[in-house]
């Protein structure tokens, strides 16, 4: 006789369609999210004085995208697919095999973990957007395979684990441009609470402490010097190298040739969460050398540096009275572009008012910041205010 095919129900649970059939071996989550944003009088961050003298202010539909996951066959053979339609660009589609909490293996297009601000949704962040330390220092998302897990949990000695190895040239071409490959890898202690997850703000309210501690670095030989989701993902740094001239953009023909950029990086980080409070702190290093260059030549080598600090507190925690759902947080970055030379550090300063209709799920935001550029060439520094509001809601 034939077997019958297993019966599937669909729930809406946790703001998602949930297709699942009944023996448990398939599932699909269906989600949209919809993040809309003013800013004034730009939104981008500023990186010269032209960028600076920007007056776009602007309504926008800043992120539309579809979210599946699930699994297949088994419950621990997991898939996710996510796709943005405001770029548009495939972000993620990939195969997690999830048989072991201590060793799981992750093949196909995602995040690369690395720090907590780029590894943190969008929708997940404390504030409107990642800081300016973001798109310099990130190593974004990358074609490969991940390995990760976690080990003696609840000891002393409570680490999660993170190692990878990808083409190295972003989401965006399909072919590396040589031989080489990029090496990612990210080592966490979860010193108290256990592990926590790539999600900012204390919306649950913890009673205990969670406290992490995590070391990351990485290396790669491309044509790229930075990162972003795009169809045009391997990027040239928007910020001068250590003679002051550009960096090539690989997107230019003959710009930038196969192999030419050496990327060395690392950073450290620490998180907390407690009682409605979120703290963290990022230290970021990145070393650019130029292949095609010789020893001792100017510009062959660029050093740069950024960090990040920000809390953020529900203040019902202290004062009863006021609203559950409103936070209140503030961030000071800064990015030294150029170690080597004066005059080029880059500052951010931002506050937000966040309120919580529903969790990450349903939020918004009103963010002010103050962002100072400098220019070597002028020995000058400039700055300029910054106003953006959000509303991003997931269904």
Not at 28 to 37: S, T
Not at 220 to 234: H, L
Not at 329 to 355: C, G, K, M
Request: aromatic share 12%; charged share 20%.
């Amino acid at each position: 006789m034939p077997v019958p095919e297993p019966a599937a129900s669909v729930r809406y649970v946790d703001h998602a369609l949930l297709f699942r059939t009944s023996d448990g071996n398939f599932s699909a989550r269906v989600q949209h999210r919809l993040q809309f944003r003013y800013a004034t009088p730009f939104d981008e961050d500023p990186r010269t004085f032209g960028d600076l003298d920007r007056n776009t202010s602007s309504f926008m539909v800043r992120r539309a995208r579809l979210r599946l996951r699930g699994h297949a066959f088994r419950p621990w053979l997991e898939w996710t697919f996510q796709y943005d339609w405001a770029q548009p660009v495939l972000r993620d589609f990939s195969l997690t095999l999830a048989r072991f909490s201590w060793f799981k293996v992750l093949i196909g297009r995602r995040k690369v973990f690395w720090n907590d601000e780029r590894v943190a949704s969008s929708g997940q962040q404390q504030f409107v957007n990642r800081s300016i330390v973001n798109d310099l220092f990130t190593v974004d998302r990358q074609q490969g395979v991940q390995v990760f897990g976690r080990v003696l949990p609840g000891s002393v000695a409570d680490l999660t684990y993170y190692a990878g190895v990808f083409s190295g040239r972003g989401v965006g071409p399909r072919n590396n441009d040589d031989h080489h490959m990029m090496y990612a890898g990210r080592l966490q202690w979860n010193a108290l609470g256990g592990e926590m997850p790539f999600s900012q703000s204390d919306v649950e309210g913890h009673d205990a402490p969670v406290l992490n501690v995590a070391f990351g670095a990485a290396t790669n030989i491309s044509d790229c010097t930075a990162f972003e989701t795009d169809a045009r993902s391997c990027r040239g740094l928007r910020t001068p190298r250590s003679d002051l001239t550009s960096f090539p953009n690989p997107e230019t023909a003959g710009a930038a040739k196969p192999g030419q950029f050496q990327m060395r990086q690392a950073f450290a980080e620490f998180r907390l969460m407690w009682r409605g409070l979120y703290a963290k702190h990022e230290f970021h290093w990145k070393r650019v050398l130029d292949r095609t260059m010789a020893e001792g030549a100017a510009g062959r080598v660029t050093r740069l540096r950024g960090s990040l600090v920000q809390v953020g507190y529900f203040p019902h925690h202290l004062v009863p009275l006021v609203p559950k759902s409103l936070e209140l947080a503030v961030r000071y970055a800064f990015v030294d572009p150029v170690i080597t030379v004066p005059h080029t550090l880059q500052t951010e300063s931002s506050a937000v008012i966040n309120w919580f209709f529903d969790g990450h799920a349903n939020k918004a935001s009103f963010e002010v910041s103050r962002l100072t550029v400098a220019d070597p060439a002028a020995k000058a520094t400039r700055a300029e205010t910054r106003i953006r509001l959000q509303w991003d809601i997931s269904f």
